[in-house]
């Protein structure tokens, strides 16, 4: 399973200058939802709030995974952003996140879920990565970063 297969140039922005986690998780919500309205925008951002509240979504080393599997999902979702300035998003190592990688899935294919999830965790342990993803300007260098990492 490869996240790059599961992004697009509409649903990763990069170099972002929002901050604060709040603004973070808005933005993700708009652009997971960039090539089609699949669920109502406040609906989705209130599920990935109160996931955030079981407890941060911020795996460390500045990167953070907001996630969710829904009942009214019926397909895989994924939108990424990276932004210019790292944002406190309560990471389990206490640093700030720069890279953000938001996950909505359906609730009836767990495996799946589990397996992305898995899949981007992964690729975000390895620093050469995260620096690449970091200092991409365009939602197109993101890509092609994820593409090469995920033949290596």
């Known amino acids: 399973m490869k996240l790059s297969d599961y992004l697009t140039e509409k649903t990763v ?9 709040s603004r973070i ?5 708009d652009l997971v939802e960039a090539p089609k309205a699949f669920m109502d925008s406040a609906t989705l951002l ?12 911020g795996i460390g080393e500045g990167v953070a995974i907001p996630h969710v599997h829904l009942k009214d999902v019926h397909e895989m979702r994924v939108a ?4 210019k300035s790292p944002v406190e998003f309560g990471a389990v190592d206490e640093k700030p ?7 909505v899935a359906p609730d009836d294919d767990r495996d799946a879920y589990l397996n992305l999830l898995s899949a981007v965790s992964g690729l975000m342990r390895r620093e050469h ?14 890509l092609k970063v994820l593409r090469e990492a995920e033949r290596a």
Do not use: N, P, Y
């Open 13 to 21: 922005e990069a170099q972002s200058s929002i901050s604060g986690s």
């Open 25 to 29: 998780l808005e933005r993700l919500v």
């Open 46 to 57: 209130a599920e990935i709030k109160q996931r955030e509240k079981l407890g941060s979504t």
């Open 80 to 83: 990424m952003l990276t932004t």
């Open 97 to 103: 996140c720069g890279i953000f990688i938001m996950v």
């Open 129 to 142: 990565v995260r620096k690449a993803l970091s200092s991409a300007a365009s939602s197109g260098d993101i």
